[in-house]
């Protein structure tokens, strides 16, 4: 692999992963609730992360050459960031709606609107009269 090939990959997916987590990460700020907060940062965990590991690969590749150990290992790292974020994913969710959080009601499809019984929402646009 020539040094322009590897250098233009490397930074093309180091690059698009690292703008897939900041994307992320400010969509996280701009959301309401827990559910949505874990839900936009899906994108950076199920493909912002291998994309960083693939980065990181492509480089070991380069400077060191192919090896079966490298390309294993790589291959168990986007594995094993897939399956986690998905399951760590669900039981934050789990977690979030069994503690009796309120959903943001204006998002939809928004099938837990209702709160929980007990729960106070107060919405924080409404306005005082």
């Not at 998905?86 to 709606?97: E, F, I, K, M, W």
Request: charged content about 10%; hydrophobic content about 50%; overall charge neutral.
């Amino acid at each position: 692999m020539n040094e322009a090939l590897a250098t233009t990959l490397v930074g093309i997916f180091g690059i698009t992963g690292s703008l897939l987590l900041l994307g992320s990460s400010l969509a996280m700020f701009r959301v309401r609730d827990a559910l949505s907060r874990i839900n936009v940062f899906s994108p950076a965990t199920g493909l912002g992360m291998p994309f960083i590991v693939v980065a990181a690969f492509i480089f070991d590749l380069y400077s060191s050459g192919f090896s079966w150990f490298s390309l294993i290992m790589a291959v168990i790292a986007v594995l094993c960031l897939i399956i986690v974020s998905s399951v760590a994913s669900n039981t934050l969710a789990r977690s979030t709606v069994l503690s009796g959080q309120p959903v943001f009601r204006k998002t939809s499809p928004n099938r837990l609107a209702a709160p929980p019984e007990g729960v106070v929402d107060i919405d924080p646009e409404a306005k005082d009269s």
